[in-house]
């Protein structure tokens, strides 16, 4: 197989240059792309930052913080080179003169790395300044695509509700063609979340299998160890659904059952799944507390030692009402999917840290073994593990050996480290890679968003109606509120526990 090339020549200009995101994903990963020669040798990063700092000292403090955060040993010459590309630029970014002088710098530094008039923009930057940034960067005149291509990244949180997702992608679309605009969703830089796809769609025998004939329901479960840390102020604002759900949740839902895409082309992939959400149907007021929990952490235990409750973290109300944790019955309205509910819960200070993505497959048709000396057989499972321990697993049943019939669950277990052994990696290596080479398929397209939202809209607002009025509900370290388990009980159903590996 080739290798595949570097990136194209561009100007990285970073809005948040000294920011959280900044020192922990992205230089890391622009360091893990060096590394890798996966960056153009004409390359260049302008941070813009609010911070008097000279490239000099930019440099260093980089330095310090990717020594911190990078996930593996450091390859001195790759980090050096790039280390000698980053260069700083002070500014407000609401002030239009500091876009006549990021202007000003990326003509300078275009001339001094032959960039060919290319430039990505990432807005590492909270919401608010989302659309400043872009009608700034309009004005200036620094989206026309002239020479080389101009390309904005946009971080999440992407809107708050159906309207304010609608404005947003309007005020994109004042500046920049949709072509333009990488909407990133750290999820779909997972390297499990990818070869999804390539589960799903390059293998012969998962697909006829792949419909409401076989599959009895589908979870799919992301559970943190960790509390809200100190992003208690942006947490109180969106709460475990808006963090979670619209975006991290729905792509590992639709990745999972959209139809075969006709191409692996952007569009054709991003078609598939926005046919996906579209075809859940939003909750009518009356169904939302059915099938939607919410629940908020109060203090407890993660691993033998003591945690706090939500309501006694830095920059949280004691009285807070945020949820930290989301379970949700939704249905997916088409031919293949009929009948077949999938659940969907997430939460924060949850026992332990597991991503994944259950499909429970119907029972044998009759049970031929009944009457002898067997164990109850469970159906078959298949467990995409998303993180950690990434792999896919296949549980059926087995003889137990022994002169009676007795029978056994058991386990297929495929583990990616076995086969590929592990890179460190930040998940934002391919989605970097793939805004400076211009392939949108891993990035959320304006109507996925806003479709997205118009599911959980009714969820928001039945919950905004209705204050809870038992949160903490759930201690630091427990499966999330006792209302969880009711929702899978009146179906006849649990949530998968966690189980060792076999
Ligand atoms: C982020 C959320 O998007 O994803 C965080 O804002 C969450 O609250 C994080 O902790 C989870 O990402 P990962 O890659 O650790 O599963």
Redesign the pocket.
């Known amino acids: 197989m080739d290798a595949p090339r570097p990136a194209d020549p561009c100007v990285l200009v970073i809005f948040g240059g000294t920011g959280d995101l900044t020192r922990r994903k992205l230089l890391p990963a622009l360091l893990n792309l060096a590394e890798a020669r996966l960056l153009a040798d004409r390359f260049a990063v302008l941070a813009v930052s609010s911070h008097d700092l000279s490239d000099a000292a930019y440099r260093a403090e980089m330095d310090r913080s990717v020594r911190e955060h990078a996930a593996g040993p450091i390859e001195d010459a790759a980090w050096e080179g790039l280390l000698g590309n980053l260069h700083h630029l002070q500014g407000d970014l609401q002030d239009p003169a500091t876009y006549r002088a990021v202007a000003d710098r990326l003509r300078e530094l275009d001339a001094a790395h032959e960039t060919g008039g290319n430039a990505l923009f990432y807005l590492a930057v909270p919401p608010s300044l989302f659309v400043p940034i872009l009608q700034r960067l309009g004005e200036a005149g620094l989206l026309a695509e002239r020479d080389g291509w101009r390309r904005v990244v946009i971080e999440?949180?992407f809107g708050r509700d159906s309207a304010s997702a609608v404005a947003l992608n309007a005020a994109i679309r004042e500046v920049l063609a949709e072509t333009q605009v990488f909407r990133i969703d750290?999820?779909l830089g997972?390297e499990t979340v990818q070869n999804l796809l390539v589960f799903r769609f390059a293998n012969g025998i998962f697909e006829p299998i792949w419909n409401r004939r076989y599959v009895d329901h589908v979870q799919i479960t992301?559970a943190?160890e960790?509390g809200?840390e100190r992003?208690g102020r942006?947490?109180e604002e969106?709460g475990a659904l808006r963090?979670?759900v619209p975006?991290?949740l729905f792509q590992l839902l639709s990745i999972t059952a959209m139809e075969p895409p006709i191409s692996f082309e952007a569009d054709a992939v991003n078609d598939e799944k926005v046919k996906i959400l579209k075809a859940i149907p939003p909750l009518a007021p009356e169904e939302v507390f059915q099938h939607a929990v919410r629940g908020q952490y109060g203090p407890g235990a993660i691993d033998g030692k003591p945690a706090p409750g939500y309501r006694q973290e830095p920059d949280v109300a004691p009285d807070s009402p945020t949820p930290t944790f989301v379970a949700l019955k939704l249905g997916i309205d088409n031919w293949r999917w009929a009948g077949v509910p999938f659940y969907l819960r997430t939460g924060?200070r949850l026992p332990r840290?597991v991503?994944e993505i259950a499909i429970e497959f119907k029972r044998a048709p009759f049970e031929l073994f009944r009457g002898t000396s067997v164990e109850r057989l469970r159906a078959n499972l298949l467990v995409v593990r998303i993180?950690p321990d990434e792999g896919i697993a296949l549980r059926f049943g087995a003889k137990v050996p022994g002169p009676e019939v007795r029978l056994g669950n058991v386990q297929m277990e495929f583990c990616y480290a076995d086969y590929f052994g592990t890179e460190p990696a930040t998940?934002y290596e391919t989605l970097l890679y793939d805004c400076m080479t211009g392939d949108r398929t891993l990035f959320q397209r304006a109507d996925m968003v806003e479709v997205a939202w118009s599911i959980l809209t009714p969820v928001l607002d039945g919950w905004e109606a209705l204050p809870p009025r038992d949160f903490p509900d759930y201690a630091a370290g427990s499966w999330g509120p006792p209302e969880a388990d009711e929702l899978m009980a009146r179906d006849g159903r649990k949530w998968r526990m966690w189980e060792p590996k076999a």
């Open positions: 999440k949180p750290h999820y997972k992301v943190e960790l809200v992003r942006y947490y969106a963090d979670m975006n991290h924060k840290r991503t993180q998940g």
